[in-house]
Each structure stands twice: as C-alpha cells, then as structure tokens.
C-alpha cells in the first residue's frame, strides 16, 4: 500500500474558524485528491492536484481551498468552518491520471459545531 | 455527466452463501470502472479495475466483477462469503481522454452486513 498519512485524525472545531487538513505521502505520486464522505452520498471530490503548485477544483468545492507545494503534501483548508462541512475527510494519490489505482489515506474526522 | 448508481443501501446475506453488489454508471464513452471496499474506520482499498479488454475482472479476496456494456453495469460477485466481507463498498467511474486528470466519481455506497 502507498504511504499515505493524513493529520490530525480526528478534529472538533467551532463555527467561523479555519481549519487545515493535512496530506502526507512517500510515494511519490503526481495526482493527489481530497474527498469528502457523507451518508448517502458516498466520495466527492473536493480539490485535485496534478503537480506541485497545480490544483482544481472538484464538484464540491466550495468553501475550501488547497495547497501543494511539495510532491509529498497536501493541504486542504476550511476557510471558515460551517456545520456544513462536518464530514469525513479521505485524501488520495495516484501516480498517473488515466487507468491508474487511487491509494487512499486512513480518513480525518471533523466536526464543527 | 458521468454518475454511478448503487441501487442497494444496505444488503444482508448469510456467511457461505454467493454475493451479488450492483452497480450501474452513465457515461457517454467506454468507462474506467473500479470496485474499492471500506472497513469500518478505515480507508478505501482497491478490489478490482476494469479498463479494456475481457470483460470479466478478477480481484483480491475472491471477488470478480462483469463490465456489460449493454447494460451499463459493473456488477461485483463473491461466490461465498466471508464474515470478514462485511464492509462497505464503493463503485467508481473514471474517465478517458488525454484530459482527464484521474478524477473519480463514486456511488453512494453498498453496506454489506454478513449474518453468522
């Protein structure tokens, strides 16, 4: 499985404030994405990234922004926390786009209340 | 735009007995397909891919997987199952194209109760 980490692991916060998702992976993958994962809806993408300083947007994606400024790190930020985005949060990898395997972190649970 | 439909929330079925997930996607081209199971607390693992080719996919821990073009399904199968097969599982659909940047839209998901 590919090294991938994801911090903190379990996060409560409150309304209005910023929080910053963590992805770390050894793998040394081009593509990394953040999901988020309701009930009912399963994973949608948040934001992607296909190199370092190169990201987009997916279907959900606002209210948050990323960052990647190394190959090994992703970072997910709320900009100002809702209820809204209680969730949990997967980041992945993958070493090419087309045909290639998505190795998935272990999750980070937030909640903002 | 693509979607992929898993018509069962929930499904119990009794250890030993065969295993049948649905998934059915819309897609106006031929689709990258992938099955991925979560554990309860963990990540998404890979089951098994389709892409090109036979369209009868073997995966890991026993399980395969039929592309019908005719029918736009993907559905998953286990002959027996296991109580450690209770999980959840995810159908994906993944896009073609030089453009394409790995994107993969999920289905809502499939849990899998086994009873002893």
């Known amino acids: 499985d590919a090294g991938i980490t994801q911090s903190p692991r379990h996060k409560v916060t409150e309304t209005g404030t910023p929080v910053t998702l963590r992805c770390h992976q050894t793998e040394n993958h081009r593509y990394m994405y953040w999901y988020r994962q309701d009930p009912g809806h399963g994973l949608r993408l948040i934001h992607y990234?296909?190199?370092?300083?190169?990201?987009d947007k997916g279907e959900v994606s606002d209210g948050y922004s990323v960052s990647r400024s190394k190959t090994e790190d992703f970072l997910l930020t709320l900009e100002s926390a809702t209820s809204s985005q209680t969730s949990v949060y997967f980041c992945?990898?993958?070493?090419?786009?087309?045909?290639?395997?998505?190795?998935f972190g272990p999750g980070t649970r937030l909640l903002v209340l | 735009a693509q979607s992929v439909t898993q018509p069962d929330i929930h499904i119990t079925v009794s250890e030993g007995a065969s295993l049948e997930l649905r998934c059915n996607y819309s897609?106006?081209?031929?689709?990258?397909l992938f099955w991925y199971v979560q554990s309860p607390g963990q990540g998404l693992q890979l089951l098994l891919k389709?892409?090109?080719?036979?369209?009868l996919v073997q995966g890991i821990k026993g399980f395969e997987a039929e592309f019908k073009r005719s029918q736009s399904s993907f559905n998953l199968r286990k002959p027996s199952v296991h109580w450690s097969d209770a999980a959840e599982y995810f159908c994906?659909?993944?896009?073609?194209?030089?453009?394409?940047?790995?994107?993969?839209?999920f289905g809502q998901g499939t849990t899998l109760q086994v009873k002893p």
């Open positions: 992945a990898t993958s070493d090419r786009a087309n045909q290639e395997t998505q190795y």
């Open positions: 990234s296909y190199g370092v300083k190169d990201t």
């Open positions: 994906a659909v993944g896009a073609h194209g030089s453009s394409n940047t790995g994107k993969l839209i």
């Open positions: 389709y892409f090109s080719g036979d369209t």
């Open positions: 897609y106006g081209a031929t689709p990258y």
